[in-house]
């Protein structure tokens, strides 16, 4: 049985913690620092302004511990963490954005395609400065999305700052139960488009599906759009890759602080038949979208297209308390089957494809358009806007040419 991480939100968050202050494996610098610790939490009790609850001082401690320590870890209070959990099944309340936390500010990395994010227009790169009027700078990942989920219906305006325009853009949204498919497909032109938006539970599953149907319609290649993904489930993530790998071939690896290594291989034999892919990918693709498009450009089993991918390429755990609340922590870091460290860098496409934010607008402007029209297609395809769609297709196209003429 594969073991499970988590690949989920990013947050950094700046805090001076004093229980980590000095990174020794003394055990008299540990006991020192325990003592100050505990020294520092019975002068807040007994000289702060107000009486505090003594959850909430704990609760406050580990938090910034856990924050401390990179920007992937973070802590959960029960209600938090219910909402998390509710979140990697594929269903939660909210607009339907995933976001990570930089210069004390969320950026918006990318919003889920068909919620009410995507729908007001939320792009990646999107810097929320104000949510309903409140300055969000060095506010926790939790208090962000605290303030942005709510009750279904109900409204949340946030102020944003975006690349390329001069003033802050003030978008209100209407809050929704947000269930998600991740996978959505159509044949274009004897082509199979499969956009897959996040790794939630079940992910491969569906892809799977996908690719048989759209097979018995007798496509001659597949596009596999991992573009705005921002990751999920890594065992998710590692299915998705098995549909694509040749059995017994190292799909990625996993390596801890000692060193301790853990490797996920292909377990069944490709579903694509020899059928060509390309991979669409851009800034917005990041974690486990980044470890299905290492090991498919590591053994040339897709064309990768478009521009640079996040850049995330650390393992985190669930890890649950005894309150009900949990520490998600960074456990290790994944490399691609060739050894590749990709955090913080990224994956350069094969074939790179430029969009830019005027591009980008338009294309969203259309789809919703056409939805508005009433187009019920699950799938809305416009590569005559959509630059990096038309390359992946004529990629597809130019192989099936040259195929038919030997």
């Known amino acids: 049985m594969r073991k499970v991480a988590f690949i989920p939100l990013i947050v950094l968050v700046f805090f001076t913690g004093f229980i980590l202050g000095q990174n020794t494996d003394k055990e008299e610098d540990k006991y020192f620092y325990l003592k100050l610790f505990s020294k520092v939490l019975k002068i807040v009790e007994r000289e702060y302004v107000e009486e505090v609850p003594i959850k909430k001082l704990i609760y406050g401690a580990i938090d910034g511990m856990v924050s401390s320590l990179d920007p992937f870890s973070d802590f959960f209070p029960p209600e938090q963490y219910k909402e998390f959990m509710q979140e990697t099944e594929g269903e939660f309340g909210g607009i339907g954005i995933e976001i990570t936390m930089e210069k004390g500010r969320p950026i918006v990395v990318a919003p889920i395609e068909g919620t009410p994010a995507w729908k007001a227009g939320l792009r990646p790169g999107d810097v929320i400065i104000a949510i309903d009027g409140q300055d969000t700078f060095n506010m926790s990942l939790m208090e962000v999305v605290k303030k942005i989920r709510g009750k279904p219906g109900t409204k ?22 947000i269930k998600v498919p991740s996978v959505k497909f159509t044949n ?66 996993t390596k801890g602080r000692r060193g301790e290594l853990h490797r996920y291989f ?80 990224g994956i350069t496409p094969d074939i790179i494809v430029k969009m830019d934010q005027k591009t980008w607008d338009e294309l969203f402007k259309r789809i919703r358009q056409l939805r508005f029209e009433g187009h019920t297609e699950k799938v809305i395809l416009l590569p005559e806007i959509d630059v990096q769609l038309r390359k992946a297709i004529e990629i597809l196209q130019r192989r099936e040419e040259l195929k038919k003429t030997g």
């Open 156 to 177: 949340v305006k946030l102020t944003i700052l975006r690349k390329g325009v001069d003033k802050p853009i003030e978008v209100v949204i209407t809050r929704a139960r």
């Open 188 to 253: 274009y032109k004897g082509i199979g488009y499969i956009k897959i938006s996040q790794f939630t539970s079940g992910t491969a599953r569906s892809l799977e599906r996908a690719m048989e149907d759209l097979e018995e319609q007798g496509v001659y290649g597949f596009i596999i759009d991992l573009r705005n993904n921002p990751g999920g489930l890594l065992t998710e993530a590692v299915d998705v890759a098995d549909l694509f790998v040749p059995k017994g071939k190292l799909i990625v690896y």
């Open 266 to 345: 292909a377990e069944r034999e490709p579903l694509t038949h020899n059928l060509p892919v390309v991979l669409l990918v851009n800034k917005g693709s990041a974690s486990a979208s980044e470890i299905v498009a290492g090991a498919l450009q590591d053994y040339k089993l897709a064309t990768l297209v478009g521009e640079k991918t996040f850049g995330k390429a650390s393992v985190q755990n669930i890890i649950p308390l005894d309150d009900g609340s949990a520490i998600k922590l960074t456990i290790a870091y994944y490399y691609t089957p060739k050894g590749r460290l990709i955090h913080k860098k």
